[in-house]
């Protein structure tokens, strides 16, 4: 019985050393950050306006608000459910706010960098947080806040230092301004460090109740001959359909992970509907007599969804 013990947590060391931790134990990535931007002036373009704002969550937006309409509205399904309406008109009076402080800075950098009022110039900020979860605990990453201005980084927040770092000499009058009002710095690191998180956390509790009852990814197994060597076959393992951009996809043989560099991926793309797809791909030998499936699994999911190689593979004579 102790020899048995033994030789499984010695395979399972291996398996930790060769393919790293299985998706159940990985550390999982979240991320919220709101993105405002503003032009120096109205460009008569569709969908273009002078003052756009909106909040990404693991990179999907979950609000939006702009110039025109001037009201923050919710772009996903599960925020219009759980959040109170006071929380959407806090928001647009806020939101309002920063479109009139961005108009107000926008003319104050012009004039700063002598650049022309009939030339387009845009002023960007960025900011919020990124964690990492594992289980029940919660680890803050990192905070980002942010300024750019015509796509050059104009000004940061150095979240250790508690301080602003200025890049270029036109942003040193604000770095100067800001860095001598220390309660101005404490509360960027405080909302980076601690009200970002508590947010990203309760929305993701949210959407999370949501994605548990959609429905699991769509998982597909391909083959067609390689166009490298034609004794051999391209075996690809498509999931597509899922919400969350942590799912975890490989292609097992004898049910045992392939090494990540053996297989080509097309990494985590996005689909017409905000859902994803990835997909991942390996050439076997034609006489090959493995057990070939492709594993999916997902923290929502209750368990792994295993495409067998085989019988439900499609065999593709022309290109995918």
């Not at 996903?76 to 309406?85: D, I, L, T, V």
């Not at 110039?121 to 919020?128: C, F, I, N, P, Y």
Request: proline share 4%.
């Amino acid at each position: 019985m102790k020899t048995s013990v033994a030789t499984k947590i010695f395979a399972l060391l291996c398996v930790f050393l060769l393919y790293g931790a299985p998706p159940s134990l990985q550390a999982e990535k979240h991320s919220l950050y709101y993105i405002y931007t503003a032009l120096s002036k109205p460009v008569d373009l569709p969908g273009i306006y002078q003052f756009t704002a909106m909040g990404l969550l693991d990179d999907r937006e979950i609000d939006s608000y702009n110039s025109e309409e001037q009201k923050k509205i919710p772009t996903q399904h599960w925020m219009k459910e759980k959040m109170q309406e006071d929380y959407w008109e806090k928001g647009t009076q806020s939101r309002k706010s920063k479109e009139q402080w961005f108009n107000v800075n926008v003319d104050i950098l012009m004039k700063r960098m002598r650049h022309s009022e009939s030339d387009l110039h845009v002023l960007q900020w960025r900011h919020g947080c990124e964690i990492e979860k594992q289980g029940d605990e919660v680890k803050f990453s990192k905070g980002i806040d942010e300024y750019s201005y015509d796509g050059e980084n104009f000004l940061s927040f150095d979240d250790k230092e508690s301080q602003w770092v200025a890049p270029v000499d036109a942003a040193l009058p604000t770095k100067r301004k800001w860095d001598n009002v220390p309660i101005l710095n404490q509360y960027t690191k405080g909302y980076l460090e601690k009200e970002c998180v508590d947010w990203l956390n309760k929305f993701r509790d949210y959407a999370d109740e949501e994605f548990r009852n959609s429905s699991p990814p769509d998982v597909h197994v391909f083959a067609k001959r390689s166009f490298r060597d034609k004794t051999k076959w391209r075996l690809t393992c498509l999931a597509t359909g899922f919400y969350h951009k942590d799912t975890f996809l490989t292609i097992r043989k004898y049910r045992s992970p392939l090494p990540e560099d053996e297989l080509e991926s097309t990494g985590i793309r996005p689909n017409h509907d905000e859902t994803f797809q990835m997909k991942k791909s390996v050439e076997i030998n034609e006489d090959e007599k493995a057990d070939f499936d492709c594993f999916v699994a997902q923290r929502t999911l209750k368990e792994p969804i295993i495409v067998r190689w085989g019988r439900q593979t499609k065999i593709i004579k022309g290109v995918i």
